[in-house]
Nanobody
Framework: QVQLVESGGRLVQAGESLRLSCAVS????????MAWFRQTPGKEREFVAA???????????DYVTSVRGRFAISRDDATNTAYLQMDNLKPEDTAVYYC?????????????????WGQGTQVTVSS
């Protein structure tokens, strides 16, 4: 059974930083694209960032425009963990953040392409 467990979410002030972690068990992540999504009440789940390959040998990161330059996604295949470093947080970043993994490594922003999901971790940014 594949499990993704997020941690690191909490209440912070605007301008502060947080690092979210996603520990994966039951499957190695070396064949998966790892991604972060977020969701606020009444809205659809939103793509935030992904890190993987798309047919090539080199992995690369993809970000939604609103977080580019402030967030950084990374992964450590040796420890089966993905991370999301979030700097200069803004109140509009407040959401439940979900870690996700594809079954095969392909770069995609579509949540339907991600087979494995965590339960989410709450990030709240006060102004």
């Amino acid at each position: 059974q594949v499990q993704l467990v997020e941690s690191g979410g909490r209440l912070v002030q605007a301008g502060e930083s947080l690092r979210l972690s996603c520990a994966v068990s039951g499957r190695t992540i070396d064949k998966s694209t790892m991604a972060w999504f977020r969701q606020t009440p009444g809205k659809e789940r939103e793509f935030v960032a992904a890190f993987g390959r798309h047919g090539g040998a080199v992995r690369f990161a993809d970000y939604v425009t609103s977080v580019r330059g402030r967030f950084a996604i990374s992964r450590d295949d040796a420890t089966n963990t993905a991370y999301l470093q979030m700097d200069n947080l803004k109140p509009e970043d407040t959401a439940v953040y979900y870690c996700a993994a594809t079954h095969y490594e392909v770069m995609t922003r579509d949540s339907n392409d991600y087979r494995y999901w965590g339960q989410g971790t709450q990030v709240t940014v006060s102004s």
